[in-house]
């Protein structure tokens, strides 16, 4: 029994990890991408998005 709620316990660590790993990737790669951060990231710091950043651009259209 203990046992099973250690592998259970880890797992959920181990998941909670990963999804924690790929939205932070994901961040990482906008900002470094678009030399900004994305939108919901200044509102939650509560900070006023860059001068000249749009949030409306299609995304698509910037790939080099």
């Not at 099973?4 to 790929?22: D, E, N």
């Not at 900004?36 to 949030?55: A, L, N, R």
């Amino acid at each position: 029994m203990k046992n099973s709620i250690k592998k259970i316990v880890g797992m959920m660590l181990l998941a909670g990890l990963l999804i924690t790993g790929f939205t932070s990737c994901y961040e990482t790669t906008y900002y470094h991408h678009y030399h900004h951060h994305t939108h919901d990231w200044y509102g939650h710091h509560h900070q006023e998005v860059p001068v000249g950043v749009d949030f409306n651009v299609d995304v698509e259209a910037h790939h080099h």
